[in-house]
């Protein structure tokens, strides 16, 4: 019967310390002032969410950020922030990659730049 006991006390504790470990996910916003309109939403949101550690997306293109729900131990802000450079958009202080944003539709680019 002891043995039992130390069994299923081992068992519980060895599930807790697991699910303890376990990383919430974190929320982020980041600056996003080159989001145009719903085409940059929709560009920013279909590539970030197949990034590896992103749990959700939404891009506000009124507000010009982003909210960013990941998990921290399989990325970081500033991958995040190179992912949505790599679509073509200026995220906090990482530039758009160039390439990227001249393959843009001409409503998603800056008015300066049209």
Known sequence: ?????????LVCGIAWSASAQQKKPVTVKIA???VQCEQC???IEDYMKHEEGITKVNVNFKR???T???LKDRTNVENIKTGIANVGYDADDVKANEDSYKELPTCCKKPDDQ
Not at 1 to 9: D, G, I, N, Q
Request: aromatic share 4%; glycine share 0%; hydrophobic share 35%.
């Open 41 to 43: 939403k929709k560009r």
């Open 32 to 34: 996003t002032p080159t």
């Open 1 to 9: 019967m002891k043995k039992l006991v130390l069994l299923v006390t």
């Open 64 to 66: 010009k950020e982003t």
């Open 68 to 70: 960013v729900t990941y």
